[in-house]
């Protein structure tokens, strides 16, 4: 089977879309199956790992919102005229989504959408957006949702029935050795020795709440004088974030690490003591499953989260971790605190949810899920 996948998200760009579109890339392949990635993402910054993946990438110049459909349906066009795909896979509905559908209509090629949340809630009062999302959807040969949040939230915005969606969690790279990282050079270049760390990865934006930590640090840093809140990424709210932190006086209790190679983010989980995600629903913006939190739990790490949008499939809650209510911040610091003060259930939080992610998460599994569902064409539940 050949397939074509194009996405607008991918490395070098960090983040939940991206993850998913270059592990699901290497799983297809690993299973054998004839796979191009189209992007428009340039190349700077790239993984170490992507050599075994064929990607095409568009002139980064031309990576601009619409205007990008134009350089990736003319490659597209081009790509599957001499490979000629079975699928095209599109990974999200937008501008990747758009290229799918016009491939269909010039060349009858058949094609399947993933969905993730954030692309359907961001819409749905749009009515220019949402009738093209219809439209675009409604050509596809079939369609994946990254959790039942994302599905039932996508039938109801499409108007069709849950069982003609499919649920394929995001496919995750899981560390197999832990013990053998090298956290000291983590240590030395953040000033961490000596330190106890909370964890947050991903990109600064609103809906993920870093303020609410922020502030939290304020009132735990005379309890815990040597706990220390590194966040990873970059994004648009960075100058709030560091203004906040300056204003309530713990700038030196943050750490804003911004981009960071993938074996430092690895360092980052494994010296991390907790991970911390109070995300919330920013006005259509959502968490449609919180595939960080999933790669902190492989890494034996309890997680907490804002009980928020799709999370409910990435964590169990009082199992794997816990959901709490990102606008109580008693609730979200009473949490902290009771693991912060217990080493035995931290441990016992983390170690159960690094076995969920080997049991249900790890690339060859949802890869097989995905061939599986290629090959019979029907919905997973």
Known sequence: MKILQITTSFPPLIGGIETYSY???????????????????????????????????????????????????????????????????????????????????????????????????????????????????????????????????????????????????????????????????IDRKYNLTGKRIILTVSRLVKRKNHALVIRLMADLKDLYPDLIYVITGEGEYQRQLKNLAYELSVEEQIIFVGFVSAEELEGLYQRSEIYVSPSIDDQGDIEGFGISLVEANAYGKPVIVGNSGGVGNAVINGVTGFLVDPDNSAEVRDTLIKLLDNEDLRRKVGQAGRQRVFENFSIKRQAEKFCNFLLSGEALS
């Open 23 to 185: 592990n699901l890339a290497k799983g297809l392949i690993d299973k054998g199956l004839f796979l191009k990635v189209l992007t428009s993402v340039g190349e700077e910054r790239t993984l170490n790992d992507t050599n075994d993946i064929h990607v095409v990438r568009t002139p980064s110049w031309l990576n601009i919102r619409y205007i990008k459909i134009i350089p990736l349906l003319l490659t597209a066009m081009f790509t599957c005229l001499i490979d000629r795909p079975d699928y095209v896979i599109a990974m999200t509905w937008r501008h990747e989504g758009v290229v799918a559908y016009l491939l269909k209509k010039l060349l009858k090629i058949k094609y399947i959408i993933v969905s993730h949340g954030t692309e359907i809630t961001s819409v749905c009062d749009k009515y220019v957006h949402r009738a093209l999302m219809t439209s675009v959807f409604g050509g596809a040969q079939n369609i994946i949702a990254n959790s039942s949040f994302t599905k039932k939230t996508l039938a109801n915005a499409l108007k069709i029935d849950q069982t003609c969606i499919a649920v394929i969690n995001p496919p995750l790279r899981i560390p197999h050795v832990l013990t053998t990282i090298d956290t000291s050079v």
